[in-house]
């Protein structure tokens, strides 16, 4: 529910949060899926936040489908 809320904002999901409510950080519980999705523009990932690119909010669903 995390992801699927928090990438539909503009600010995306802080990174800290995913991790206490995931248990993990996204790069280690998906990171072929983050490599890809950011290499394609899709989506954008810092030390702060996860959240998708303009072009990332226009495939929101893809996106969801490769990290969830």
Same mark, same amino acid.
């Given at each position: 529910?995390?992801?699927?809320? &928090?990438?539909?904002?503009?600010? &995306?999901?802080?990174?800290?949060?995913?991790?206490?409510?995931?248990?993990?950080?996204?790069?280690?519980?998906?990171?072929?899926?983050?490599? +890809?999705?950011?290499?394609? &523009?899709?989506?954008?990932?810092?030390?702060?936040?996860?959240?998708?690119?303009?072009? &990332?909010?226009? +495939?929101?669903?893809?996106?969801?489908?490769?990290?969830?």
């Amino acid at each position: 529910d995390c992801l699927i809320m &928090g990438l539909r904002l503009i600010s &995306g999901i802080p990174r800290q949060l995913y991790r206490e409510i995931a248990g993990a950080d996204l790069m280690e519980k998906k990171s072929a899926a983050v490599d +890809f999705l950011v290499k394609e &523009g899709l989506l954008l990932i810092d030390p702060a936040s996860i959240r998708l690119s303009p072009r &990332g909010l226009d +495939f929101l669903d893809t996106c969801l489908t490769w990290l969830i």
